[in-house]
């Protein structure tokens, strides 16, 4: 099923949740709406569902405006980050809710709801648990049902708000690979709305990136990571240092030293900013003369095959994240307060021209 979204607008009060936003959702994919708490992701998703209306815009699910159907006609799944799952009711009577209050001229008959309900729990992987009720699991187990009791009525579309949010680390890890998984057996039109960079990267096919109602980028997990489009996806994805500098004919300089821009060829004297993951940060012993920002390492944490550094810059004292092999960290051997030289081997500038950095 397709999904899209054309010039969607929501305010609450003077509060703009959605600014003219226009999207579409690819077919059979698993699209992430990603951005910190507030700005508009769970509002659209919401008004996707039918669940809230927009003040403007419409939405269309496969090509034919849907804003004024109700939620039923539209065919949605819907999961919540608390379960909500009937409390006084066993697992499979969960799953066969929806199927069983469906109008008596559509609602299958009882022993094709066991077969459905049966198969789902195969699917989740917890056949074995349909006697239990919802307090008797663990909240993995209850998000599982969850989303077996949303796939029970062939929805056109599913929709999840924050599914893992309200679980631990470990649940969550394990839950976003099982999700992978099973979308790619049933290759459901799919969007989920979560402020966890991480699970957006490692499960969507798609993400967008929401900030103040806005939508500031739209791409592959590997495209918003590695070019990001703008100050705040840089700033959102994942750790970054800033560097600030000057940028003229194609270099920026800060600290003291110069670091090409290939990308600013053409801009003269400005100020910019230039943002650097920190696997990216190149770490040397200091020699006097040699090309690059002076650092203090302030700490150092080597465990496993990777080493971070907390650096201190000798100009300004702001702080610097590096991390290096553990083979190259045990080479250097450096010393808490020694200094050291450290170059930004691949960065992204930015002009400062009042934009968000983040």
Not at 175 to 193: A, G, K, P, Y
Not at 197 to 219: F, M, S, T, W
Request: glycine residues 8%.
């Amino acid at each position: 099923m397709s999904i899209e979204v054309r010039n969607i607008e929501k305010r609450f009060g003077n509060f703009v949740a959605l600014n003219n936003v226009s999207l579409k959702f690819p077919t059979g994919k698993l699209t992430a709406l990603l951005g910190p708490s507030g700005c508009g992701k769970t509002t659209l998703l919401r008004i996707i569902a039918g669940l809230e209306s927009p003040d403007s815009g419409q939405v269309l699910l496969d090509n034919e405006d849907a804003s004024a159907q109700h939620v039923r006609e539209r065919q949605v799944g819907f999961v919540f980050q608390h379960y909500a799952l009937f409390k006084h009711m066993t697992v499979f009577e969960n799953i066969a809710f929806g199927l069983r209050v469906k109008p008596r001229d559509v609602r299958p008959s009882e022993q094709a709801i066991r077969q459905k309900v049966t198969d789902l729990l195969k699917l989740v992987q917890l056949d074995w648990l349909a006697d239990r009720f919802p307090a008797q699991l663990s909240g993995g187990q209850r998000q599982r049902i969850a989303l077996a009791r949303a796939l029970a009525v062939e929805p056109r579309v599913l929709l999840l708000d924050e599914p893992f949010g309200a679980l631990d680390a470990k649940v969550r890890k394990e839950l976003r690979r099982w999700l992978r998984q099973l979308h790619d057996e049933l290759n459901v039109t799919s969007i989920f709305v979560t402020h966890d960079q991480e699970e957006a990267l490692e499960v969507a096919d798609q993400i967008v990136l929401v900030n103040k109602g806005n939508v500031e980028q739209i791409g592959s997990p590997s495209e918003v990571y590695n070019s990001p489009a703008s100050p705040f996806v840089y700033g959102f994805l994942g750790n970054v240092n800033l560097f600030h500098g000057r940028i003229h004919d194609g270099v920026i300089s800060t600290g003291g030293a110069n670091f090409p821009v290939p990308d600013h060829q053409q801009t003269q004297n400005e100020d910019g900013i230039a943002y650097v993951r920190p696997h990216d940060i190149e770490v040397d012993r200091y020699t006097a003369g040699a090309e690059g920002i002076v650092v203090q390492l302030k700490r150092s944490h080597a465990i496993g095959p990777l080493a971070q550094l907390e650096l201190e810059r000798d100009d300004n004292g702001e702080l610097i994240e590096a991390v290096i092999s553990n083979e190259q960290f045990s080479q250097l051997n450096p010393q808490d307060g020694e200094s050291l030289i450290v170059r930004p081997k691949r960065l992204r500038v930015f002009v400062n021209n009042g934009v968000e950095t983040r």
